[in-house]
């Protein structure tokens, strides 16, 4: 039960920190930065990595009260 908790709070706070680590990082792009790259492929490439860091945080945090309790 508590590991299916765990999935469900990484993806709830995993796709809120992918969704707003998509819109500041595209923001800076456009304005900030000047390359030859597309500001929406490098603002998706850094909300995935929000994601995966906040979800694996996630079932580590079950993982570790799992280990405690």
Avoid at 18 to 46: P, Q, T, V
């Amino acid at each position: 039960m508590i590991l299916e908790l765990g999935v469900v709070m990484g993806l709830a706070f995993g796709l809120l920190a992918g969704a707003c680590a998509f819109a500041i990082s595209y923001a800076e792009y456009k304005r900030n930065w000047s390359f030859h790259g597309s500001a929406a492929k490098m603002a998706l490439r850094s909300a995935l990595i929000a994601f995966a860091f906040f979800f694996v945080a996630a079932i580590g945090l079950v993982t570790l009260l799992r280990m405690v309790m």
